[in-house]
Each structure stands twice: as structure tokens, then as C-alpha cells.
């Protein structure tokens, strides 16, 4: 059994469903194949102060704002981060950033620094990027010059390159391009089949996201720059190369850690998909999260997975990867076959950095938040965004020293932990190390004036 | 303030377990050498997600 969270971690807020670009492997589904977008409803001030006021409730600690283009309402889009920003709410936008004014960086730079941007660039080549955005020439030379003003400015820039079958041999060009620019990771993710235009034209064969792994893991190598996917696989998709295992930490998370919530207030588990819970004006969150449960429970996991020994961990893949033929039919890039003679352990990635510099004295971060779930606690704080999910006891203690400001020690935590076993210490010196390396666990201020 | 290293949390909790991270996904991988992180885009490396 996987654990459950009473709430999601992060909420995406889809502004307006308007946008001045049409790009060919749009998910938005309220685009129907060959139509241009109509001007399309948005969340006004208000609408968008309620939706804060229920994540606050919540105690959802992230918001994603999207749309649509977001920036197309230029006054919803700084009132939603204000209001989030107050709240305690980490944001980020996911933009084409076309719409950007220069005033819109330094706003964000000077008022808003924990902001972070995602934006999508489909070649390094203008005339191909204009045209898989069904964007009007200049666009291109408009983005670049946002995007690095946005960087000089200090703002968390990260560019996501959406893979086509027309724009896969610019990757390592683009990469360039994002590496001159100093953006914080490359990314290139798969195209998705849109819900209601389940083009397959352009989206990639298995041999080609597999030689798009390879690219990926190759240009970093190359060009000395992070790179990552922003969707995921089958396990059993990535299982015969073990090189890929550091992509399979991403799993579907729809219903599961997210949420979407639409322009007009409909709360959907996949922003992909159309199927809405309930409408966050007419029903509390919470209600619409419980209605939501069958994406927890694996109602959608394929029935050929449920014999899998990593299905927990996997969740049968993408679930828009089957929208041709149905929720709960196998992703199309599942292989089960891959999976034999492999173990749990080469299955999922190895994310865990270790510590360096390990203080000798810790306490846990003023700004550190404890969300109640069945197994203990989520534990998070927002700037940095950072999360956490921990047992009773470590909860209990991990509250307990923060309510008195203790400062302690590994030996301390260690002793506190109740570990017994070599096996259990192990893990316990892990979850140290990861609240330290997660910003949970700080040198405390005199701590660290020693030192300077 | 400096803490106490006495087992004092410990005896708070009723139900007696080791500190342990929750592993969001698969907890049939609890005891192996990793875990499996949230991955909800940002907390795994920051980078907000697109979906």
C-alpha cells in the first residue's frame, strides 16, 4: 500500500483558459483540433482569494499557476501571488512568457524572489519554434529576451523543450541555447496526446523517447548543465537500461500529490484530462480530495499491473498515455517483458545527496509547517519549497524540539529515534541527512556566526 | 536552549516506532537502500512541473 495524503501538495491553478499561442501538442482540453482558442473564461480577484482561502485550509503548500497563457491576465496573475505569498503559499508560473513585459520581471524579482518559471521552447531554431507554437514570427526573439532578462533579474528559470517527432534532432541545440542562457535545468518531455485530439502524427515512438533519454543524458554530459523529464514512464519502459533509472523517479501523481484546478473552478486529478470532481466554489476541497480517492486507491492502474512487484511505486505509467483507448488500458509504452530478472532496488532512482557539512548542532527551521496525515505528517516549508513525509514518533519529536527551539545533535536524533538494528540506524542517519539537505534541520544562528 | 538526549520523546510516543520517512510511493520499497521520492516536480529538484 502506497501512504495517502488528506490534501494535495500542490494545486495547479489554470488562470484562464485564453492564450495567444496554438501550439500543436497543446493538452489543454478545452481546445478541440483545428479550432483557435476562443477568448475563454478566467478566475477573476475574487474567485482566485476564495481558491487561496481553501488551499489555506487545506494547508496545500504550493500552487502552480497555469493556464492557458497566465500572463494574458496580467492583473489576476500578481493578485494570486500576492494573496498566495501572504498565505505562505510557494508559487510557480508555467508560462510561454510572450506576454512578459519588462516591468513584469522586475515586479517579480522585487516583490515576489520566491517565484520560480517554468517556459517552453520548442527549437533553438526561431522559425521552428514559431511554427510548432503556432506562434506569430518574433515571438521567438520576444521569449529569449524575457527569459534572460528574467535570469540576469535572479529568478529560478527553467526551460522545458516539448518533444515531436519534427523537433527532436534540435535538442542538443536548444540545450546550448538554454545553457547560454543560464537557465536552472533543461528539460525535455514527450508531447502527450491531447484528450480531445489524440493526434498521434507527432508524438514520439517508444525507440525514440528511448534515443531522447539517451540525448538527454548525453547533452548533459556535454554541455555540463542539469537536465531532467517533466513526465513519466511504466517502469518496465525505462527497466532495460539501467542508465535510465535516474528518469523512473517520476511517477503519475494526478489525484495523488495534485490537483488542477480550472477557470472555472472545477477541480480535476490530470490537467490532461476533463474529469472533474467537484467545483471548489460549490464544494469544499477537502470533499472534492475524498471523491478523488479511486486515483489513490489504483482505481485506474491497468489490471495487467496488478501482479507487478514495483506497481506501487509505478502506477501503471501515464494515464493520458492511453487515452486512445481507454483510463485503464496499459500505457502505450509499457513493456512488462523488461521487468524480468530485475530487482525492486534498480527500479527506482537514487535521488538522495549526502551531506558534506554536517552541522554539529541543529534545530528545526522557524518557517518549518506540520500537515496532520494518517501516518504522521507531511512537513514543509515554502521557501525554499520543500517537503517531507514522516512517521508519529518522528513527527512527535521533530514538533517537540521546534515548539522549544532545541538545538541538537545526530547522536541526540539518533538516540531519540528508538532505532535499534544497524538497518534501522541506517535509515534513521538517512532521514536526518535529507531534513538538513531539505532546509528542516538548521545551524542555529550562533552556530553559524562561529564559524564565519 | 540545549536538548536533553534523555529517551524523554520517545516515551511520548505511545506507539513506539523508529523515526522513519514515509515513502509516498511503494511502500514495499521501506528497508531497501532508497526511497522513492514524492516527485510532485518541485520537491525532488526544484523545478516546477509542467504537466
Not at chain 1, 475563454?40 to 496545500?60: A, D, M, P, W
Not at chain 1, 522585487?110 to 517556459?119: A, C, E, P, R, T
Not at chain 1, 525507440?207 to 539517451?214: N, Q, R
Request: glycine share 6%.
Amino acid at each position: 500500500m502506497a501512504a495517502k495524503l488528506n490534501a494535495p501538495v500542490d494545486a495547479q491553478i489554470e488562470l484562464t483558459q485564453a492564450c495567444n499561442w496554438r501550439c500543436r501538442h497543446c493538452y489543454n482540453y478545452w481546445r478541440s483540433a483545428g479550432t483557435t482558442t476562443k477568448p475563454g473564461r478566467h478566475l477573476s480577484c475574487e474567485n482566485l482569494f476564495r481558491i487561496v482561502q481553501e488551499l489555506v485550509t487545506n494547508q496545500v503548500p504550493s500552487i502552480t499557476i497555469t493556464g492557458g497563457e497566465p500572463f494574458s491576465q496580467r492583473r489576476e496573475i500578481f493578485m494570486l501571488l500576492e494573496t498566495a505569498e501572504r498565505a505562505g503559499i510557494h508559487a510557480s508560473i508555467n508560462t510561454n512568457l510572450s506576454l512578459v513585459k519588462k516591468e513584469d520581471i522586475e515586479k517579480l524579482a522585487n516583490k515576489h524572489s520566491n517565484v520560480s518559471i517554468l517556459f517552453s521552447l520548442l527549437s533553438a531554431d526561431a522559425a521552428e519554434h514559431e511554427h510548432l507554437a503556432g506562434a506569430p514570427s518574433g515571438s521567438y526573439v520576444r521569449v529569449i529576451e524575457i527569459a534572460a532578462l528574467a535570469i540576469q533579474h535572479g529568478i529560478p528559470v527553467s526551460l522545458n523543450m516539448v518533444l515531436m517527432r519534427e523537433n527532436l534532432h534540435a535538442m542538443e541545440v536548444t540545450a546550448r541555447l538554454a545553457k547560454n542562457l543560464g537557465v536552472r535545468t533543461f528539460c525535455a518531455t514527450k508531447a502527450l496526446p491531447n484528450a480531445h485530439a489524440p493526434d498521434s502524427a507527432f508524438l514520439l515512438s517508444a525507440e525514440e523517447v528511448h534515443w531522447s533519454l539517451a540525448e538527454l543524458m548525453r547533452i548533459e554530459e556535454l554541455l555540463d548543465i542539469p537536465v531532467d523529464i517533466l513526465g513519466c514512464y511504466p517502469k518496465c519502459f525505462l527497466a532495460g537500461t539501467p542508465a535510465y533509472q535516474r528518469f523512473s523517479h517520476r511517477t503519475c501523481v494526478a489525484g495523488y500529490t495534485t490537483v488542477t484546478i480550472g477557470a472555472d473552478g472545477k477541480v480535476r486529478p490530470c490537467s490532461h484530462l476533463e474529469t472533474s470532481y467537484g467545483n471548489i466554489f460549490h464544494k469544499p476541497l477537502a470533499d472534492i480530495w475524498q471523491e478523488m480517492d479511486g486515483w489513490r486507491e489504483g482505481e485506474f492502474i491497468p489490471e495487467e499491473c496488478h501482479g507487478c512487484p514495483v506497481v506501487t511505486a509505478c502506477r501503471g505509467g501515464c494515464r493520458v498515455n492511453t487515452l486512445t483507448s481507454g483510463l485503464k488500458n496499459m500505457d502505450c509504452y509499457a513493456d512488462t517483458r523488461r521487468l524480468v530478472g530485475l530487482s525492486q532496488e534498480r527500479l527506482v532512482s537514487h535521488l538522495s545527496e549526502e551531506i558534506s557539512d554536517i552541522p554539529t548542532k541543529v534545530m528545526v527551521c522557524p518557517q518549518v509547517g506540520f500537515r496532520n496525515e494518517p501516518f504522521g505528517a507531511l512537513v514543509y516549508r515554502t521557501d525554499p519549497l520543500a517537503i517531507v513525509l514522516v512517521n508519529h514518533s518522528a513527527v512527535v519529536f521533530l514538533k517537540t524540539v521546534a515548539e522549544k527551539g532545541e538545538k541538537f545533535d545526530f547522536l541526540s536524533f539518533l538516540k531519540r529515534s528508538g532505532a535499534r538494528t544497524k538497518s534501522e540506524r541506517k535509515n534513521v542517519e538517512r532521514l536526518y541527512q535529507k531534513l538538513i539537505r531539505k532546509g528542516f534541520l538548521i545551524k542555529p544562528a550562533n552556530q553559524q556566526e562561529r564559524r564565519k | 536552549m540545549e536538548a536533553d538526549i534523555r529517551n524523554d520523546t520517545a516515551a511520548e510516543n505511545e506507539q513506539n516506532e523508529v523515526f522513519a520517512e514515509v515513502p509516498l510511493f511503494g511502500a514495499e520499497m521501506a528497508g531497501s537502500d532508497v526511497s522513492v521520492e514524492c516527485n510532485t516536480c518541485f520537491s525532488c529538484d526544484s523545478n516546477p512541473c509542467v504537466k
